[in-house]
């Protein structure tokens, strides 16, 4: 599996790149693994200050669906247009393609807590 380094990551299995104050924010590959296929993601939070660990939408996979955590507070500044017609993308490029959401970061310090890549290897036991 892959897990890129230059990432930061959370316990709940999302990944953030941060340029900035802007941040993209979407699901690993262990998760998206877990989840099987992705069939539709909804995230009813643009344009809305979400704070960390806060629910900001949901992933739907064949089996199940689940909550999407927001790494850091921030605002919703973009949805990945994509993912409306294409849900897949979340399965096959995870950390490009599949990405979820932009936010503006409202509190840098937060990002300073997440996990490196190393860190979350650790705790999904990789």
Known sequence: MNFPAELKYTKDHEWIKVEGNVATVGITEFAQSELGDIVYVDVTSLGKEVAKDEVFGTVEAVKTVSDLFMPVTGTVTEVNPALNSEPELVNTDPYGEGWM??????????????????????????
């Open 101 to 126: 959401v932009k936010i503006t970061v409202a509190n840098a310090a937060d990002v300073d807590s997440l996990l490196s890549a190393d860190d979350y290897k650790t705790v999904i036991g990789v």
